[in-house]
T-cell receptor, first 109, second 117 residues
Framework: GQNIDQPTEMTATEGAIVQINCTYQ??????LFWYQQHAGEAPTFLSY??LDGLEEKGRFSSFLSRSKGYSYLLLKELQMKDSASYLC??????????WGAGTKLIIKP | GAVVSQHPSRVICKSGTSVKIECRSL??????MFWYRQFPKKSLMLMAT?????????EQGVEKDKFLINHASLTLSTLTVTSAHPEDSSFYIC?????????????FGPGTRLTVL
């Protein structure tokens, strides 16, 4: 079966750095997405990785290792507004998104 | 990025009634739209893939007669929850894929919170 694993909840301090991991087992791979979802709102696109390596976009970076079925989202200089759920999703061979359960990130002052 | 709207944002209805939710792509044409359901503190659950001009493709376990999907144009898909019951109360989110985007990502509407009394 297809499976996406990520931690349920993480806590970090304002101004610090946090890394959210995601491991996956899917039938085929056409890219991995990270989305941010604030409570009661729809997800918003953060990043996309299809090749191995690190993609940096401002305070957020995303890393992918296809051989290990592993990705992480790195958030730097954390702000209170970064408190949200972070969803990892993999596009499989049918170009369908397989979603992880999301990681709730709690930022403390 | 591309903009997807969803209406209504909130709806409360009585058990047994039907509710229609609209999903529109505002600045692009979407041949494919997706309907998701999300329970509190849970991830997105894909209900169906809506294809313009053809029948929707439902995921296993989703009742097609209960959740009617119509994709009549390249910018509009509708989800109708028929004979709603309290267990249908949930957050329903639509998304659309913008093929102009290099990432082929899905853009999400703001969601509809349905409460069935």
């Amino acid at each position: 079966g297809q499976n996406i694993d990520q931690p349920t909840e993480m806590t970090a301090t304002e101004g610090a750095i946090v890394q959210i991991n995601c491991t996956y087992q899917t039938s085929g791979f056409n890219g991995l997405f990270w989305y941010q979802q604030h409570a009661g709102e729809a997800p918003t696109f953060l990043s996309y990785n299809v090749l191995d390596g690190l993609e940096e976009k401002g305070r957020f970076s995303s890393f992918l290792s296809r051989s290990k079925g592993y990705s992480y989202l790195l958030l730097k200089e954390l702000q209170m507004k970064d408190s949200a759920s972070y969803l990892c999703a993999v596009m499989d061979s049918n170009y369908q998104l397989i979603w992880g359960a999301g990681t709730k990130l709690i930022i403390k002052p | 990025g591309a903009v997807v709207s969803q209406h209504p944002s909130r709806v409360i209805c009585k058990s047994g009634t039907s509710v229609k939710i609209e999903c529109r792509s505002l600045d692009f044409q979407a041949t494919t739209m997706f309907w998701y359901r999300q329970f509190p503190k849970k991830s997105l659950m894909l209900m169906a893939t809506s294809n313009e001009g053809s029948k929707a493709t439902y995921e296993q376990g989703v009742e097609k007669d209960k959740f009617l999907i119509n994709h009549a144009s390249l910018t509009l898909s509708t989800l109708t929850v028929t004979s709603a019951h309290p267990e249908d109360s949930s957050f329903y989110i639509c998304s659309a894929r913008d093929y102009r985007s290099p990432y082929n990502e899905q853009f999400f509407g703001p969601g509809t919170r349905l409460t069935v009394l």
